[in-house]
């Protein structure tokens, strides 16, 4: 269970492309030991945040902190306790898999024997080894992800930010990372993701938070998120908006 301590603050975190506000004052803790997921609607700010709450993109305002590390005033301290899985960034792609998760080790100033064991493991535990010397450019989507996840772990860290890390991904291969991650956050770690599908965040996070236009509309302990339904149906009631249907009767005639 989570000691409620933050493994990650935000404050007052807050990001303009032009004139459209992304994030907007942005509050929120996020437990060490939890499975934090961020749910909303597309362009609600999710990739966003975690963006700067990883120093992939500076904020316009506000602060971020990991473990007690701000991310900007000692950014090479607090990457040391980040493993990141970006959404679409790209990789050094024609690199192999076992070199791509070998290059993660190495630049994060790690032994080389140890790296290479640590790599080995991660590619039995995500089922790559016979594609370990394949160039990742080959891999699908779903070996893209699992083999950038691997990076992400490799360094032993202490916060895990994922960005859809299930997208693309096969059911058992999702299993696999389920698990793994679950027992990350078992001993201590902290795993925050996003996600768009309800029952997977309902079914694997002990805590969640709602984002819509770049803000925190609910946050905390699923159990108290979902409010006695389905988090699904909380979600709906925080968003807004209708889910009817109307017109494409065309879609409903038969025809020969």
Known sequence: MPDRQPALTLRGLTKHFGATVAVDRLDLDVPRGSFYGLVGPNGAGKTTTLSMATGLLRPDAGLVSVLGIDVWSDPVGAKARIGVLPDGLRVFDRLTGRQLVTYAGLLRGMDRALVAQRVDELLVALGLTEASEKLVIDYSAGMTKKVTLACALVHAPRLLVLDEPFEAVDPVSARTIRSILEDFAGSGGTVVLSSHVMDLVERICTDVAIIVDGRVRAAGPVELVRAGGTLEDRFLDVVGGST?????????????
Do not use: E
């Not at 009817?244 to 020969?256: I, K, N, Q």
């Open 244 to 256: 009817d249907v109307r017109g494409l009767a065309w879609l409903r005639t038969s025809s020969d």
